[in-house]
């Protein structure tokens, strides 16, 4: 496994098992022990998720130590404020069964749709989130689906700037912009939904790539995404896939391919905007 290295210094794989829909506990302790076997080394969660005590229970289960894992956990968008993400935190911290999370994620910025005061509340959301680190609580702070505008505002209030900034990326949905931003602050682009809404893996240019380096669609677009410099959380609910997904290491793609990839229109994409939704609140 490779790493990458945060603004704090923690060590990030660069390929974490994302957990979004399983929540089936005897599942989730099958894949918990079969990616623990084959490498993987972080687990991505969420208080949204609802599988964060079959995750802990998944973990007792096969044995694994925790200072053998990272955890990463998201506090949902119910919690925002500087005394709620606290407590938040603390409910996860109780069905996770540990005393500290590596990582934790405000999951969404206030939408402002929603909220005409979102720069305010994201704001007290974060220094909330500071003070959980500052205390020992987690080890590092981060954000998810925050563009550029969001970044910004933060960076005014911020005492520590996020780690991590966790989005959409993957071939039809390059973020360019926002990926430079975030590189050029040293906040880790990770990419959720690396794989789209699975559409993407039926591309013809990606499938063809796929054929030239005996590779699967899917390992094409991971490690076009690993490229770039973005760490990558696949979702599967398939223990078998496991292996395919972190087998993404004795391959490179030249710039002719990345080009390719690059240059595929909007496709695939899950398509929530963060300053348009207003179901979450």
């Known amino acids: 496994m490779e790493f990458y290295t945060l603004n704090n210094t923690i060590q990030l794989p ?68 500087y005394e709620a993400v606290q407590e938040a935190c603390r409910k996860s911290l109780k069905k996770l069964k ?18 005409p005061d979102w720069a305010r509340i994201n704001a007290e959301t ?68 690396p794989l789209g809404n699975g559409q993407i893996l039926k591309h013809e240019g990606i499938c063809g790539i796929a054929g030239r380096h005996d590779k699967s669609a899917a390992q094409i677009c991971l490690r076009w995404s ?9 979702k599967t609910a398939d223990p078998d896939r496991l292996a395919q997904n972190i087998d993404v290491f004795d391959f490179s793609l030249s710039s002719e391919e990345m080009k390719e990839l690059d240059d595929i229109p909007y496709c695939g994409g899950v398509g929530i905007d963060s300053d348009e939704v207003t179901e979450f609140g």
């Not at 690993?226 to 696949?234: D, E, H, M, S, T």
Request: net charge neutral; charged share 25%.
């Open 14 to 81: 660069c390929v974490g098992l994302g957990t979004w829909q399983i929540t089936d506990r005897d599942r989730m302790a099958v894949l918990i022990r079969r990616a623990y076997e084959e490498g993987y080394r972080l687990i991505d969660t969420a208080a949204a998720y609802s599988n964060e005590i079959a995750i802990a229970k998944a973990i007792a289960a096969a044995g694994i130590g925790r200072k053998e894992l990272l955890l990463s956990d998201k506090v949902w968008n119910t919690s925002r404020g």
């Open 98 to 115: 540990t005393d500290y999370l590596d990582i934790y994620l405000m999951h969404w910025p206030a939408s402002k749709k929603l909220h």
């Open 126 to 193: 974060w220094r909330g989130m500071e003070k959980l680190c500052k205390d020992g609580y987690v080890r590092a702070i981060g954000v998810c689906n925050f563009k550029v505008h969001h970044l910004e505002e933060l960076e005014k209030s911020a005492e520590i700037m996020p780690c991590i900034n966790q989005f959409e990326l993957h071939p039809g949905f390059h973020q360019d912009d926002l990926v430079l931003y975030c590189q050029e602050k040293g906040i880790l682009v990770e990419a959720s939904s």
């Open 226 to 234: 690993l490229q770039k410099g973005a760490a990558v959380i696949p």
